[in-house]
């Protein structure tokens, strides 16, 4: 048989290297109209960055290794310019002779590709506009680079391609802007996931115009730059400019030879890629795929699926069936992207396309940590799952520094094998410190997806927030003040989860409770609580923190999304300090607060700053993504100052000068307008654990803020203080009965409700340790750290027999008399 393949890249490529493995004896010509074949398109934007620095590595197999190895007839430079179905045979053009002759087959594949789409605008064709499709088109850029030095560069299209080549150019040192017409770049992520990667291209100093698009190209001048004159009016200088709009199937060859179409122009075949010619079959980006969930024709042209194809075709001209032939056409859409550090990537539906195909769909946000947080450098990503009620998964998009397309892989492998969120849960996957949680991301999806499809929680989403609002919705903020005092939604009530059991006589049980917290997490926990309690409840999936990135970039409203909108530059690029740099003769204090979630970072910053000197500068470390942003917030309200925030791979490394609202200079300002106080006064009489931490939560956020706390511990809170092991000290019986009946330290304090035998406490213990958060006596070490002063009731210790030595370093003894003269110079004063 003799086998014709037009196009010796991913689709033709593949289907001659198969067949030949498959069949010995077949003829097999690849007929490449540019001077390469099986060159990595998908490297072309690096290779123009500089990453990839040989041409040559860009080349994956040469012509002679087709010809040696597998006896295959690389044709290049040589274009198929007709198909003569009739006769069975195509017309070639030998474009460096100038020359054409015909060619007969038994079997023809055609694998074109697609062309880059047109704008159809003035100036379009000018110098130094180009499209990057091949390596020739890479090399004519390369060339013009080097030619002629260019500053500016305009990118026109945010997909795949616009972005990887704005970071690429941008590496290459030039100044970018991206001008897209949709609303926001890599149409793939719902908008509010990519919310991230706009961040993380902002921040690298490249202009995003989001919403706009190109009217027309001009030029001065033979030497002058291009004007790209956009659509609402206003126009962009650049050297260069690269179109990246998007791409169009190549019909050409098919159509003129009467062959029967599919959507948007392909080439149309059946589920085994025949096309309305049973001897000619057509794979790759020139074909329609099947959408697996929607079972919908589209155009995915991405090189996994024309290499599967190309596979596939070989197999069926050597005579061999497939394992599935009426999957062999399914595409679900499995992809990634590299934005600098970040990954973007996603398999399967999202949810503008859900939506615009009227299917009744869920979802569930994450924001997992990429490994054990206790091990080095964990960082987080964001999740988001679709799917069904039946539990089948409609679709994954994750955005992350590590393990993002791990994750989004497994699901694509699990969606592949018609799995649902309860498979998800059971999904054994490997797993050590460096690489994963025992509970891996993928897990966590199937876990609440799971939860909302039971009913174990309601939830509600970010954008539904302002509704809410609108109707005077009750919602409870679940989070410490520390995070509270950085934003919360208006009107909400706040009580941290760990006081919630104290206080759930103080909610209403006549109407909705709109539970939140910062990622989930603690709502979730929060509204177990209470629907177990018999409150209507409902959680925000994605918490506070996925509707304060959506109130920030205007997607709340019905109408979001919608509006032209050009992204300022970030003033904090990843790469440098800001302005107000240190003198380099400097010390800077290292704080390393990798690891720790919200609100960790923050106190171990207040912690590091508050036992510094003003002018002491500090550099803190952290992962969590909000500190960035937290930590100006923090610094504002301290009287510290940011000097700089860099970013990379995820870690956010923040310098801050300490200022001048220090404990000593608060006294002095206190002194001169007394009315100015904020001193914390907390009155600590239960020994129950949650309310023990929940009571050094609070004191240690307020010292954080810079306020005077004082806590006295009375009767039973006085067993917080005490010290785990046994002291000898002389005691009367009674004091000794009731020295052995009351738990001696933090460790033995039992919790307000569910306490089960002690079970319930070992239980939020070991949340809290998953979800570093400190422990209780990590919090009292930061309290004394703190300087917060603690203060034992003498009256309560004589009544329950409790001595000096018993209780642990730093608690001062004192009377009511102490306690109150703190309590007038408070503006808070607590009861727990
Ligand atoms: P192509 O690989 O484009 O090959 C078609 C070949 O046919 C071309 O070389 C063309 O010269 C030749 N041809 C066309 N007509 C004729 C004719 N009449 N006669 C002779 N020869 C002809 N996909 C991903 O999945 N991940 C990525 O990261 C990714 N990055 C990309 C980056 C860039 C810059 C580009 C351009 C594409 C990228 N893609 C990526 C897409 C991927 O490369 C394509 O989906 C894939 O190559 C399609 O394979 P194909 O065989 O259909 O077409």
């Not at 594949?109 to 379009?124: I, Q, T």
């Not at 409770?513 to 925000?540: E, K, T, W």
């Not at 509707?547 to 992204?567: D, F, P, Q, V, W």
């Amino acid at each position: 048989m003799k086998v014709l393949i037009v196009g010796g890249v991913a689709g033709g490529a593949s289907t001659a290297a198969r067949l030949r493995r498959m069949s010995e004896k077949d003829e097999i010509i690849i007929f490449e109209k540019s001077g390469f074949i099986s060159y990595a398109n998908c490297g072309l934007p690096y290779y123009l960055g500089g990453t990839i620095t040989k041409r040559d590595k860009l080349v994956v197999t040469k012509p002679e290794l087709f010809r040696d190895r597998f006896n295959i007839d690389v044709r290049v430079r040589s274009e198929v310019i007709s198909i003569d179905r009739e006769n069975k045979r195509i017309q070639v053009k030998n474009l460096q002779e100038q020359a054409t002759y015909y060619e007969s087959y038994d079997k023809l594949v055609l694998s074109p590709g697609a062309m880059p789409r047109k704008l159809n605008v003035e100036g379009e064709d000018l110098e130094g506009i180009f499209n990057l499709r091949n390596l020739e088109d890479t090399i004519e850029i390369d060339d013009y680079i080097v030619d002629k030095d260019p500053a500016r560069a305009v990118v026109v299209g945010g997909g795949f391609i616009g972005v990887e080549m704005a970071e690429n150019l941008k590496d290459r040192g030039l100044q970018v802007s991206i001008v897209e017409f949709a609303p926001q770049v890599l149409s793939f992520l719902d908008s509010e996931i990519v919310i991230d990667v706009h961040k993380a291209i902002t921040d690298e100093g490249i202009g995003l115009n989001l919403g706009v698009g190109v009217a027309s190209f001009s030029r001065q001048a033979d030497f002058s730059p291009i004007d790209v004159h956009l659509t609402d009016g206003r126009s962009i200088e650049a050297e260069i400019v690269i179109v990246a709009a998007g791409v169009v199937p190549d019909n050409r060859l098919a159509d003129a030879c009467g062959l029967e179409s599919g959507i948007g122009n392909s080439i149309g075949v059946d589920d085994v890629f025949t096309t309305s010619d049973p001897n000619i079959f057509a794979v790759g980006d020139a074909i329609s795929v099947k959408q697996m969930q929607s079972e919908t024709e589209v155009l995915v042209p991405l090189a996994g699926p024309a290499n599967r194809q190309g596979r596939q075709v070989a197999t069926l001209l050597s005579g061999n069936t497939l394992i599935n032939e009426s999957s062999a056409r399914i595409v679900q859409g499995s992809s990634v992207v590299k934005v600098f550090d970040l990954t973007a990537a996603s398999t399967g539906l999202n949810e503008r396309q859900l939506k615009k195909m009227g299917t009744k769909y869920l979802k569930t946000y994450i924001f997992p940590a990429s490994h054990a947080t206790y091990y080095p450098n964990a960082t987080n990503m964001t999740m988001k799952m679709l799917f069904g009620e039946d539990g089948r998964i409609f679709g994954v998009q994750a955005v992350g520094y590590d393990g993002v397309e791990k994750r989004v892989d497994v699901a694509a492998t699990a969606m592949r094998l018609g799995a649902t969120v309860y498979d998800l849960q059971n999904l054994e996957l490997c797993y050590a410190p460096p690489y994963s949680s025992a509970k891996d991301p993928v897990n966590m999806l199937g876990f609440t997806a799971a939860n909302i499809l039971k009913g174990d929680v309601k939830v509600f989403y970010p954008e539904e927030v302002d509704a809410l609002i609108e109707n005077g919705a009750y919602f409870l903020d679940t989070r410490t003040t520390i995070e509270t005092d950085l934003g919360m939604i208006d009107g909400a009530t706040c009580i941290p989860v760990d006081e919630l059991r104290g206080a759930i006589d103080r909610l209403p049980k006549d109407r909705p409770i709109y539970v939140y917290c910062q990622v989930g997490l603690r709502g979730y926990i929060a509204s177990r609580m209470l629907s177990q309690n018999g409150f209507d409840v409902y959680n925000l999936s994605g918490g506070y923190r996925l509707y304060n990135n959506m109130l920030t970039a205007g997607l709340t409203s019905m109408n979001s999304g919608e509006t032209i909108r050009e992204l300022p530059i970030s003033n904090t690029t990843s790469s440098e300090v800001q302005s107000e740099a240190t003198d380099s003769a400097e010390t800077v204090t290292q704080v390393d607060a990798t690891g720790l979630s919200c609100p960790g970072p923050i106190m171990k910053t207040a912690g590091a700053i508050n036992a510094g000197s003003v002018g002491d500068v500090f550099e803190i470390s952290s992962t969590d993504p909000a500190f960035g942003t937290d930590v100006y917030a923090w610094a504002g309200r301290t009287g510290n100052t940011v000097l700089g925030v860099t970013k990379e791979k995820g870690i956010i490394c923040v310098k801050i000068k300490k200022g001048t609202h220090d404990a000593a200079e608060n006294e002095t300002l206190k002194a001169a307008n007394p009315t100015e106080d904020h001193d914390k006064t907390i009155v600590v009489f239960s020994g129950d654990l949650d309310k023990a931490i929940a009571s050094f939560i609070i004191a240690n956020g307020a010292a954080a803020m810079g306020r005077k706390v004082t806590m006295f511990f009375t009767f039973w809170g006085l067993n917080v203080l005490r010290r785990p092991e046994k002291v000898s000290v002389a005691k009367s019986f009674i004091e000794k009965m009731f020295g052995r009946m009351m738990p001696r330290g933090t460790k033995k304090l039992g919790i307000s409700k569910m306490n089960m035998a002690g079970m319930g406490s070992i239980m939020i213990r070991s949340v809290m340790k998953k979800k570093n958060i400190q422990s209780l006596e990590q919090l009292i070490d930061m309290a004394r750290q703190s300087n917060i002063r603690l203060l034992a009731c003498q009256m309560s210790m004589d009544v329950m027999g409790i001595k000096q030595e018993e209780l642990i370093d730093g608690v001062e003894l004192a009377g009511v008399a102490t306690y109150l003269a703190e309590a007038e110079t408070s503006d808070t004063n607590l009861f727990i």
